[in-house]
């Protein structure tokens, strides 16, 4: 069993920044991968990012250049920065953990980016 604890999610403007923390309890280290994923109304989660346990990167085309996913595995956390956001990142990020075959869920934390 893993719990997820998000935060960091909330309002900004447009070009603005936020940093989402997911804070899991228990060691990190040997969870195989960690990630963000986000859901829009009425849609399906979709993946935002993903970091290995060998710390190898995934992103969605539509973040590229613009998140960055990262982990501290002293802390237990994984983080996403945002930069750049625009007002279509706006959803419910959730945070995941793969370890072999099971996945685990965040509750989740809603960002909105206004114009």
């Known amino acids: 069993q893993v719990q997820l604890v998000e935060s960091g999610g909330g309002l900004v403007q447009a070009g603005g920044s936020l940093r989402l923390s997911c804070a899991a309890a228990?060691?990190?280290?040997?969870?195989?991968?960690l990630g963000w994923y986000r859901q829009f109304p009425g849609k399906q989660r979709e993946l935002v990012a993903t970091?290995?346990?060998?710390?190898?990167?995934n992103y969605a085309d539509s973040v590229k250049g613009r998140f960055t996913i990262s982990r501290d595995n002293a802390e237990n956390t994984v983080y996403l920065q945002m930069n750049s956001l625009k007002p279509e990142d706006t959803a419910v990020y959730y945070c995941?953990?793969?370890?072999?075959?099971?996945?685990?869920w965040g509750q989740g934390t809603q960002v909105s980016v206004s114009t």
């Open positions: 995941r953990a793969t370890i072999g075959m099971r996945v685990y």
């Open positions: 970091i290995t346990n060998g710390d190898s990167t």
């Open positions: 228990r060691n990190i280290g040997s969870i195989n991968v």
